[in-house]
């Protein structure tokens, strides 16, 4: 991971050098459609204020609950004790993020949406709200967690939501093999370039050119960086956004080549 000093100098450079966030100079329709009515999109959703409530809650539970750290720079058999409220500060995207996921399903209905890393399910009650709809599948490695994110789901009535827990390596790969596409992946955990790599590569094999995958912190570590380099460079991405907290890449046949877009958001 880069330190904070680093990370900051990179956020300039991405702050100062990336479109403007308006559209401008952007050629691609479909780009500009995404700018203009999702990321650009200043409605303030019912659906936001009840994900925001869970997690003022949350902020200030200070139960304790054990936790197997799968994720980067932790040892996978190391176990320890954080608060709910630790894990709110900490593991969750901020809300902004939050509401960009919430908006892009919203926008495109995707009818299977995927995520790695549900954590507390602060995310996973956006993606959810989003579409009531859809069919939302959450992968959770640790139980304390994800027995802590059910909860919240209870809590909002969320129906929608299947969590699986365990590891992704495993888990992954079983859950794909029985899928006949992944129309939304949000890959929020394990941020390291091996995993990343591999876990883009087990779901890769059942998109279609609709098929949305988002990537979370791109620029946290120098592997996250290459991890997606990679990613973006992929013979059968057409489309990749660099939002700098966040990477999203498209499949569509809009696209006659590849074309890259970092963006200020
Ligand atoms: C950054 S948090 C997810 C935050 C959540 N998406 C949100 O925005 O509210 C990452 C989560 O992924 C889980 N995780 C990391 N690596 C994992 C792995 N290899 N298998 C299963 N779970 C893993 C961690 O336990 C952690 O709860």
New binding site residues.
Partial sequence: MYNKFKLSQKYLRYYFTASNGKGHGIHSPFVFDFITNVLNDKNRYPAYAVVEDLRQSLLKNSTELT??????GSA?DKTNRRSISS??K????PEK??QLLYRMIQYYQPATVL??????????SYISLANPGAEVI?????PA??TTALENFRLLKLENIKII?????T?LPQFINNQAFVDFV?I????RMQ?TLSYFNTVLAKTNQFSIIVF??IHWSQEMEEAWFTIKNHVSVKCSIDLFFMGIVFFRNDFKEQQHFTIRF
């Fill in positions: 936790v197997n750290d799968f994720g980067a996978v894990i709110a900490n593991a969750a995207k993020y939050g995520e790695l890393g549900t954590s507390l399910g602060i995310t996973t959450t992968m959770e490695g640790a967690i994800a827990g365990g590891n992704f390596d888990m949000f929020d955990g394990n941020h995993p979370d912190d």
